[in-house]
């Protein structure tokens, strides 16, 4: 069984390296977008990565644009 659009989230993660002193010591640094809302976050560790997906994850579906919510006008 599908679940219905509405309760799915779908998250975009990006992480680059950047160069650091001691050399061997890279920071990483990325940015992690919510795709349904557009909303973005800059973090620079997998706990801000978590945690804004939390946001997401443990509250009510975000309205997708254009979809049908089965309510009608």
């Known amino acids: 069984m ?16 950047e160069s ?12 992690v977008t919510h795709v349904p809302s557009g909303a973005r976050r800059y973090v620079q560790d997998y706990t801000a990565l978590l945690d804004f997906m939390r946001l997401y994850l443990q509250r009510p579906p975000v309205p997708l644009a254009g979809s049908d919510t089965g309510d009608a006008p």
């Open 20 to 31: 650091a002193w001691p050399p061997d010591s890279p920071l990483w640094r990325g940015h």
């Open 2 to 17: 599908q679940p219905a659009e509405a309760e799915v989230h779908s998250f975009i993660v990006k992480f680059w390296r």
